[in-house]
């Protein structure tokens, strides 16, 4: 079975600050990597998403991430925090290539302190 | 061009009951999916429908069931409501042709169970 911990439950960074969220993965064969943000009350956005083309993923919002196979890690950066980014971030594997299950993190709460 | 929209948005039931929750998927999506995600928690794969066919299965009891129309809306039932069913329902879509996994989601039904 595929899985993703994500390290860090809460993490506090001040407004500029780099933002790096962790994520590694389990897979037993070559996944689909995504991140997801979600506001408060609100559903699940797509920040960005690895699908074996450049190891290095830009998305929205100025959020990158960086597939390191070697690691089994696929962490979320962003140079400058801004306070509009205080959200829950989950990171996710698609399980299998025939459908849409994804398996997400516990999710990493960020809190962006002015 | 509307996304996911999932209704209701809230409710509230007691212990025993059942409950219904729905989905139309975004325009040009065949492919629908739930999530359950608990207090805290990241959400996890209860089923995928396709072609009104139960496509997927999460590791959730029978309790759990669902359906999808023609129009490729969708229903999510649950009977025999438990005290751990409170929890946000997400409802996904995607197209099936072409799909990489990534998902959209609807805000979700926020379920309370006293």
């Known amino acids: 079975a595929q899985s993703v911990t994500q390290l860090g439950s809460h993490v506090s960074v001040s407004e500029g600050a780099l933002v790096l969220l962790r994520c590694n993965y389990s897979s037993s064969v070559p996944p689909y990597l995504f991140w997801y943000v979600q506001y408060p009350n609100q559903g699940l956005q797509l920040l960005l998403k690895y699908t074996s083309a450049a190891t290095l993923v830009k998305g929205i919002n100025g959020f990158e991430a960086e597939f390191k196979k070697s690691e089994t890690s696929f962490h979320l950066t962003k140079p400058s925090a801004h306070m509009s980014d205080a959200a829950e971030y989950f990171c996710?594997?698609?399980?299998?290539?025939?459908?849409?299950?994804?398996?997400f993190g516990g999710g990493t709460r960020l809190m962006v302190k002015p | 061009d509307a996304g996911v929209t999932q209704s209701p948005t809230h409710l509230i039931k007691t212990r025993g009951q059942q409950v219904t929750l729905r989905c139309s998927p975004k325009s040009g999506h065949d492919t629908v999916s739930w999530y359950q995600q608990a207090l805290g928690q990241g959400p996890q794969f209860i089923f995928q429908?396709?072609?009104?066919?139960?496509?997927q299965r999460g590791n959730f009891p029978d309790r759990f069931s669902g359906h999808q129309y023609p129009n490729y809306s969708s229903e999510l039932n649950v009977n025999a409501l438990l005290l751990g069913d409170s929890a946000l329902y997400l409802c996904?879509?995607?197209?099936?042709?072409?799909?990489?996994?990534?998902?959209?989601f609807g805000e979700g039904s926020r379920l309370t169970v006293l």
């Open positions: 996904a879509s995607s197209p099936i042709q072409g799909n990489t996994g990534e998902l959209f």
């Open positions: 429908y396709y072609e009104e066919e139960e496509r």
């Open positions: 996710a594997v698609r399980t299998n290539n025939a459908g849409n299950m994804l398996t």
